[in-house]
């Protein structure tokens, strides 16, 4: 069976740009939580929900110290802050868009 | 803060400095600034002005103008700041020089001056701005790939470049203080630089003891976006009961490296675990190898915990060896972005919408514009989250406002874009409207980030006094 978890539910994240990289780091809100991100939060499945926005690679880190992960993702931002057609330049409500994710996640 | 001292406290018998950070950004709230020196019992107070565009912005005021290009900010935020920080001495480290630190230095000066400050000592470093060597470093066979895309060919944009600024570190700041400086102008050293040097003075650290320095870039990067860890751009605003009454925070840091996070408590807002945690994770890439011209800090090791009121106390800081290159941003001329909006509205305020853009778009291709991006948003709708918005009923949409933008090589083009978007006034569906005024076209500055060896980056120190 699988359980259908919003990811807004168990996580906080806050989003900022390098260039044309959007970094997004995401707060677990308990260590129940982080491991559920751990398992099913992967970069693949961050890169599959940006489809469309971001072009480049995702790459995700993790800090268990603070219950968090990190995703790097490239060519992300329109050629970064200063070039791209978007309005949200620096990608601020990226972070707010990742949380949009539904996860999959076994019982 | 009194109840620091009441409280046992391990470290009690250490040295500790307190460091305030005054500023974000170019623009950021003075107010707040005002407020930590006025209550935040400071020994040190930076600033931060700089963003990865601004130093080309200022490149070019400095262009125009020779006696410009650093932080137009720099002249009221000394004005109003200076007297009160020589007050109770403490030590003001700023970027605002910006393009032009000698000149910032050279204002800060005759405020000191029109101040009745006699004595007072301005160390001013320069050495990051390289814009001038760019073709010649090139020709010796530096590559200056672009560390984003991985581009080599950069002699494609070398006659469009505008700024070519290196971050660089603490050191001449270090030594600034040490010959007595007690306001530091610089131009784009790392934003953490201004908090690392007060460290490394006072506590005589070593600038390769890699734990030490880690500490430091750690500490700056948690307070040097200001209300970055005191609840703005937080998951938690809606906790914040005055959301008038902003904050900016102190490190209280002990010789040893730890630090507690705090803030003055005349001021609002709040520093918890989660705002400084929310800090820490924000553009730090790679958290086990966070590169800074002083050293690489790992973050994976750190611990938070709030051990009072608005005060979090921040340990575990481990370093590497710094990295042996600098990172150098690149700006250059790369065409024109034209934009404007027009709203519509209720009853089929999308349907309008899209109406609009079908206008537009073959506006721009019947007058064959040479156009290379076009971008329509539905602001409302799918301005922020693009194709992953999930759009409403139309029925409920009240209203839409279509923006569009174009990037061209033409000036005339982009400003074009505006005047189209004017006619849908008269040309559009019923009920189009609120044009206001469209922005003049701007022009793009698009960044090459690259790497440069540290020794074709000479620095230099200048010590002024009034």
Redesign the interface.
């Known amino acids: 069976m699988k359980k259908q978890i919003p990811l807004i539910d168990i996580a906080y994240a806050r989003s900022g740009d390098k260039g044309d990289v959007s970094d997004i780091g995401v707060m677990a809100k308990d260590k129940k939580a982080y491991e559920i991100l751990k398992k099913y939060l992967t970069a693949e499945r961050v890169k599959e929900h940006f489809q469309g926005i971001v072009k480049g690679d995702v790459v995700r880190y993790e800090m268990d110290n603070l219950d968090s992960l990190e995703f790097v993702m490239f060519n992300a931002l329109g050629g970064g802050a200063t070039r791209t057609l978007a309005m949200d330049q620096t990608g601020k409500a990226f972070g707010c868009n990742l949380l949009r994710m539904i996860l999959e996640v076994d019982e | 803060m009194g109840s620091i001292s009441k409280r046992p406290d391990p470290q009690q018998d250490l040295k500790k400095i307190r460091l305030g950070a005054g500023s974000a950004s170019w623009g950021d709230m003075l107010d707040p600034a005002i407020d930590l020196v006025k209550y935040g019992k400071l020994d040190y107070i930076g600033f931060d002005h700089l963003a990865?565009?601004t130093l080309?912005i200022l490149q070019r005021m400095k262009a125009k103008d020779p006696k410009r290009g650093y932080i137009p900010d720099l002249i009221p935020w000394t004005q109003t700041l200076l007297p009160l920080c020589h007050a109770k001495g403490i030590k003001m480290l700023t970027n605002a020089g910006g393009a032009n630190p000698e000149q910032g230095g050279e204002e800060v000066l005759k405020i000191a001056k029109a101040a009745n400050l006699p004595g007072l000592k301005v160390g001013v470093v320069a050495g990051d701005d390289i814009f001038d060597r760019i073709q010649d470093i090139h020709k010796r066979g530096i590559k200056l790939a672009n560390m984003?895309?991985g581009e080599e060919d950069i002699d494609r944009i070398m006659d469009r470049i505008v700024a070519a600024n290196v971050y660089i570190g603490s050191e001449r700041l270090v030594e600034a203080l040490g010959k007595g400086a007690d306001v530091v102008v610089t131009g784009r050293c790392t934003d953490n630089a201004l908090y690392i040097a007060p460290m490394v003075h006072e506590f005589g650290w070593a600038m390769d003891d890699w734990d030490k320095i880690a500490a430091g870039i750690t500490i700056g990067h948690i307070i040097e976006c200001t209300t970055g860890c005191t609840g703005g751009?937080s998951?938690f605003w809606k906790d914040i009961k005055e959301p008038w009454r902003a904050a900016f925070p102190i490190a209280e840091v002990y010789e040893n490296g730890d630090a507690i996070i705090t803030k003055p408590k005349e001021t609002g807002r709040f520093i918890t675990e989660?705002t400084v945690?929310?800090?820490?994770?924000?553009?730090?890439?790679?958290?086990?190898n966070y590169l800074m011209a002083d050293g690489i800090a790992d973050?994976?090791?750190?611990?938070?915990k709030e051990v009072a009121k608005d005060e979090v106390r921040v340990t575990?800081f481990k370093g590497k060896p710094k990295p042996k290159m600098l990172k150098l941003c690149i700006?250059y001329e790369?065409g024109w972005?034209g934009?404007s909006e027009i709203s519509v509205s209720w009853p089929d305020a999308l349907e309008k919408a899209k109406f609009c853009e079908s206008f537009l778009r073959g506006r721009f291709k019947e007058k064959n514009l040479e156009i290379q991006?076009?971008?329509v948003?539905y602001?409302g709708v799918n301005?922020?989250?693009?194709?992953?918005a999930?759009v409403p009923h139309p029925s409920e949409l009240n209203e839409v406002r279509v923006?569009v933008?174009?990037?061209t090589s033409s000036k005339e083009v982009a400003n074009l874009v505006r005047r189209e978007v004017t006619h849908l006034w008269t040309h559009g569906p019923v009920g189009s409207t609120a044009v206001i005024s469209p922005p003049p076209p701007r022009q793009?500055?698009?960044?090459w980030?690259t790497l440069i060896p540290r020794e074709e980056v000479p620095t230099r120190l200048i010590m002024r006094e009034v």
């Open positions: 990865e565009l080309s984003d895309t751009m998951n989660w945690k929310e800090h820490l994770v924000y553009e730090v890439h790679d958290p086990r973050l994976t090791h750190l611990s938070i575990g700006g790369d972005i934009e991006e076009i971008r948003d602001i301005s922020l989250h693009g194709p992953l999930s923006r933008a174009v990037r793009v500055i698009s960044l980030p």
